[in-house]
């Protein structure tokens, strides 16, 4: 059982920039950026290999944001530029396991003002 911490979450205005970050209790492989919003479905956001070496985002969100880690702090982060109003949500991490992502985070509440 891995369990998944966020933090970093906020109020900023348009334009301005966070960064997430998700402490791990221990090593992780694949680990995901999701993000939800009342009255929508989950969005998936990011995710990154175990080796860091591979990446992929959604299309929409691409030169936006970026998804990074630290192995040795068990730490993956989501730098989060040109913020815009409906990127507020609650964002998740999670770790995949097998072929889906079965340990999740809290959430942090990121608010996005013009």
């Known amino acids: 059982q891995v369990q998944l911490v966020e933090s970093g979450g906020g109020l900023v205005q348009a334009g301005g920039s966070l960064r997430l970050s998700c402490l791990a209790s221990g090593r992780t492989f694949t680990m995901g950026w999701f993000r939800q919003t009342p009255g929508k479905e989950r969005e998936f956001v990011a995710s990154i290999s175990q080796s860091g070496s591979i990446t992929n985002y959604a299309d929409s969100l691409k030169g936006r944001f970026t998804i990074s880690r630290d192995n040795a702090k068990n730490t993956v982060y989501l730098q989060m530029n040109s913020l815009k109003p409906e990127d507020t949500a609650v964002y998740y991490c999670?770790?995949?396991?097998?072929?889906?992502?079965?340990?999740w985070g809290q959430g942090t509440q990121v608010t996005v003002s013009s």
């Open positions: 999670a770790h995949r396991v097998v072929n889906e992502y079965r340990y």
